[in-house]
């Protein structure tokens, strides 16, 4: 047991490690001038900057210096909790994550319960639909679902809820009414992966012997669903977490923007438009990290549920 | 390289069933190759479909709702809306077929090389892939756009490049599994050279699966790119994206619904159109 979650603590390590190498090697190694974008943004009056006043901003972010001794000073600094300074405002990574954490922490979580119950929902009712026609119907749901694009499921929204309706705000992030929206549409699209999956899994689970054995003994198809094959198929679910972290970090993005929230997405987003590389690198590992955790709390919580895994050296069968 | 492979693959390989197995197949397939047919002709030659201006401003015409001069309708400053799609349907389609190209190529490379010689090859490239997959592809293309800049083709790049650690994944499984195949062993065991055991027997038996994944690909490409065109990633406006139409009218969506309408409708049926022709591709190859 040591070993094994050791070992996912490793491995969890790693993943962090790794992003935050990728990301350096795109954001510094490929030919890019943050400076220059920054400098061309601030110059308001199209006056040029000096080539000394230039060389040192450069030298001030370090851009002059090699590339392995970026890499390792930055290493140092993150492993100390200095993420490094915004090339764009001046001020601290850490003080602009931190100011957008809270909005994205809030809209992720309502994004989450919304996703896991209407995917929950949409998986159950498809397998326990007796009509095979209704069935394949809500089969369908969660594909066609992932086939609209995030932004749109979200300005249809607004524009049933906020312009025809007008029960909701269409914008900001004030109180939970603008929450409502915004979650919504994060979760619609989060619950698509999950009843995929899920259905999928329960699907097949119900062609195994043990479900015949019920059959046999007359229970009823939502009873069996329920009470026996959700035990076993939902087990897969836990590893799709990682999908759905995934998901959730693009949806930030794209939802932030379209509802104007001023979360991690939305800095991401404008980040990116002003080559801000520090912010860009900073959200990077902060969603490696949560990423690292939450699949590494997936990975402990796994073998407690499931007594078949609590062997020691048996690496669970990994899903997908 | 594709071509190659198609040619080959409509001879012999579970591919060429499936494409003769669309002719006797459901409507929906029909209806699903037929959109596609229309999305290409968009792209390959939009003076043929419609004669007016994606540029031509109407002041006068300005947010009509759609009608028979306007199938669409007219945006803020009485542009054509359909005339707008159809010229976005260029950028957009090629844009998604560039980084199907680059995802394919080096996924298939990187695949190919990693389950046809296993070993140290393996070893390598697949810890090099996993490296890549720490970061979700989201992220992965934003990172590279920000260190390449704005525009459609940075944005085909980056999408390309983020699909490729998971599409090397099944790359490799797929001639993995032609790989365990008895015809394998048997001309490994009568002594068949790697470049005649790669072309004559494996590539032909992985061509099926790759076709449908592509055709898959086409459609989450799709999707990514226009994501990134609608936050501001793609081609700068007035050049029309699928993408940057529905952001530019995301500012009138209270009064004109068109604007994000159908193009939202036209990428929905492109989407879903190459899902059902993947999964037909599929379905074929498993039961023919």
Same mark, same amino acid.
């Given at each position: 047991?040591?070993?094994?979650?050791?070992?996912?603590?490793?491995?969890?390590?790693? +993943?962090?490690?790794?992003?935050?190498?990728?990301?350096? =090697?795109?954001?510094?190694? =490929?030919?890019?001038?943050?400076?220059?974008?920054?400098?061309? *943004?601030?110059?308001?009056?199209?006056?040029?900057?000096?080539?000394?006043?230039?060389?040192?901003?450069?030298?001030?972010?370090?851009?002059?210096?090699?590339?392995?001794?970026?890499?390792?000073?930055?290493?140092?600094?993150?492993?100390?909790?200095?993420?490094?300074?915004?090339?764009?405002?001046?001020?601290?990574?850490?003080?602009?994550?931190?100011?957008?954490?809270?909005?994205?922490?809030?809209?992720?979580?309502?994004?989450?319960?919304?996703?896991?119950? +209407?995917?929950?929902?949409?998986?159950?009712?498809?397998?326990?639909?007796?009509?095979?026609?209704?069935?394949?119907?809500?089969?369908?749901?969660?594909?066609?679902?992932?086939?609209?694009?995030?932004?749109?499921?979200?300005?249809?929204?607004?524009?049933?809820? *906020?312009?025809?309706?007008?029960?909701?705000?269409?914008?900001?992030?004030?109180?939970?009414?603008?929450?409502?929206?915004?979650?919504?549409?994060?979760?619609?699209?989060?619950?698509?992966?999950?009843?995929?999956? =899920?259905?999928?899994?329960?699907?097949?689970?119900?062609?195994?012997?043990?479900?015949?054995?019920?059959?046999?003994?007359?229970?009823?198809?939502?009873?069996?669903?329920?009470?026996?094959?959700?035990?076993?198929?939902?087990?897969?679910?836990?590893?799709?977490?990682?999908?759905?972290?995934?998901?959730?970090?693009?949806?930030? +993005?794209?939802?932030?923007?379209?509802?104007?929230?001023?979360?991690?997405?939305?800095?991401?987003?404008?980040?990116?438009?002003?080559?801000?590389?520090?912010?860009?690198? *900073?959200?990077?590992?902060?969603?490696?990290?949560?990423?690292? +955790?939450?699949?590494? *709390?997936?990975?402990?919580?796994?073998?407690?549920?499931?007594?078949?895994?609590?062997?020691?050296?048996?690496?669970?069968?990994?899903?997908? | 390289?594709?071509?190659? $492979?198609?040619?080959?693959?409509? #001879?012999?390989?579970?591919?060429?069933?499936?494409?003769?197995?669309?002719? #006797?197949?459901? !409507?929906?397939?029909?209806?699903?190759?037929?959109?596609? $047919?229309?999305? &290409?002709? @968009?792209?390959?030659?939009?003076?043929?479909?419609?004669?007016?201006?994606?540029? !031509?401003?109407?002041?006068?015409?300005?947010?009509?709702?759609?009608?028979?001069?306007?199938?669409?309708?007219?945006?803020?400053?009485?542009?054509?809306?359909?005339? #707008?799609?159809?010229?976005?349907?260029?950028?957009?389609?090629?844009?998604?077929?560039?980084?199907?190209?680059?995802?394919?190529?080096?996924? /298939?490379?990187?695949?190919?090389?990693?389950? @046809?010689?296993?070993?140290?090859?393996?070893?390598?490239?697949?810890? $090099?892939?996993?490296?890549?997959?720490?970061?979700?592809?989201?992220?992965?293309?934003?990172?590279?756009?920000?260190?390449?800049?704005?525009?459609?083709?940075?944005?085909?790049?980056?999408?390309? &490049?983020?699909?490729?650690?998971?599409?090397?994944?099944?790359? #490799?499984?797929?001639?993995?599994?032609?790989?365990?195949?008895? @015809?394998?062993? !048997?001309?490994?065991?009568?002594?068949?050279?790697?470049?005649?055991?790669?072309?004559?027997?494996?590539?032909?038996?992985? /061509?099926?699966?790759?076709?449908?994944?592509?055709?898959?690909? @086409?459609?989450?490409?799709?999707?990514?790119? !226009?994501?990134?065109?609608?936050?501001?990633?793609? /081609?700068?406006?007035?050049?029309?994206?699928?993408?940057?139409?529905?952001?530019?009218?995301?500012?009138?969506?209270?009064?004109?619904?068109?604007?994000?309408?159908?193009?939202?409708?036209?990428?929905?049926?492109?989407? $879903?159109?190459?899902?059902?022709?993947?999964?037909?591709?599929?379905?074929?190859?498993?039961?023919?």
């Amino acid at each position: 047991m040591v070993r094994y979650v050791a070992g996912r603590l490793g491995h969890a390590l790693i +993943v962090v490690w790794a992003a935050y190498t990728v990301s350096f =090697l795109l954001l510094y190694a =490929l030919p890019a001038d943050p400076v220059s974008t920054m400098l061309s *943004a601030g110059a308001v009056d199209g006056s040029t900057v000096s080539d000394a006043d230039r060389a040192a901003i450069v030298a001030r972010f370090g851009f002059d210096q090699p590339l392995i001794v970026q890499y390792l000073r930055m290493l140092g600094h993150l492993l100390t909790g200095d993420l490094g300074t915004s090339i764009q405002t001046g001020s601290t990574v850490t003080t602009a994550i931190g100011a957008a954490l809270p909005s994205t922490l809030q809209l992720a979580a309502l994004a989450i319960v919304i996703g896991a119950l +209407v995917g929950i929902l949409v998986a159950f009712t498809a397998n326990v639909v007796r009509s095979s026609v209704l069935r394949d119907v809500i089969f369908s749901v969660p594909p066609f679902l992932s086939a609209i694009p995030n932004f749109l499921i979200g300005l249809l929204l607004m524009w049933v809820f *906020a312009f025809q309706l007008g029960v909701l705000p269409f914008r900001g992030s004030d109180g939970f009414e603008a929450l409502i929206l915004p979650g919504l549409t994060l979760g619609l699209s989060l619950s698509a992966r999950v009843g995929q999956v =899920l259905g999928r899994d329960i699907q097949r689970e119900l062609r195994t012997p043990y479900v015949d054995v019920l059959k046999v003994k007359s229970l009823s198809r939502p009873k069996i669903v329920m009470t026996h094959v959700f035990k076993n198929a939902g087990l897969p679910v836990l590893s799709v977490v990682g999908v759905m972290i995934g998901g959730l970090i693009a949806g930030t +993005v794209i939802t932030e923007t379209i509802f104007a929230r001023p979360g991690i997405g939305r800095l991401l987003q404008l980040s990116v438009e002003t080559q801000d590389f520090p912010v860009v690198q *900073a959200i990077v590992v902060l969603s490696a990290t949560t990423y690292a +955790v939450v699949n590494l *709390a997936a990975d402990l919580v796994i073998p407690v549920v499931d007594p078949r895994l609590r062997r020691p050296g048996r690496a669970r069968t990994k899903v997908e | 390289m594709t071509e190659v $492979l198609d040619e080959r693959s409509l #001879r012999r390989s579970s591919a060429g069933r499936a494409a003769r197995g669309l002719l #006797r197949s459901p !409507a929906v397939v029909v209806v699903s190759v037929v959109i596609l $047919l229309v999305v &290409v002709l @968009f792209a390959a030659a939009p003076s043929l479909v419609t004669s007016q201006d994606p540029f !031509a401003p109407d002041i006068l015409n300005k947010l009509a709702p759609p009608s028979a001069e306007h199938l669409f309708g007219t945006d803020d400053i009485g542009r054509d809306l359909f005339t #707008r799609i159809v010229y976005g349907t260029r950028a957009s389609v090629l844009a998604a077929l560039v980084a199907i190209a680059i995802a394919f190529v080096v996924s /298939a490379v990187i695949g190919g090389v990693a389950g @046809f010689f296993r070993g140290i090859y393996d070893s390598v490239l697949m810890r $090099l892939v996993d490296l890549f997959l720490a970061v979700p592809d989201m992220l992965l293309a934003l990172i590279l756009i920000s260190a390449l800049g704005v525009g459609t083709v940075n944005v085909a790049i980056a999408v390309g &490049v983020s699909m490729v650690a998971s599409l090397s994944l099944v790359m #490799r499984s797929t001639v993995l599994r032609v790989m365990h195949s008895p @015809f394998v062993e !048997a001309a490994k065991a009568s002594g068949v050279r790697w470049p005649r055991l790669l072309v004559r027997h494996v590539l032909p038996h992985a /061509a099926g699966p790759v076709l449908s994944l592509l055709t898959l690909e @086409f459609g989450i490409a799709i999707l990514f790119i !226009a994501s990134l065109s609608f936050l501001g990633f793609g /081609a700068p406006l007035p050049a029309p994206e699928w993408g940057n139409l529905i952001a530019e009218g995301r500012n009138y969506m209270a009064t004109a619904w068109w604007m994000i309408a159908f193009p939202g409708i036209v990428i929905v049926a492109t989407v $879903l159109s190459a899902n059902r022709l993947s999964h037909s591709f599929s379905e074929r190859g498993q039961t023919a």
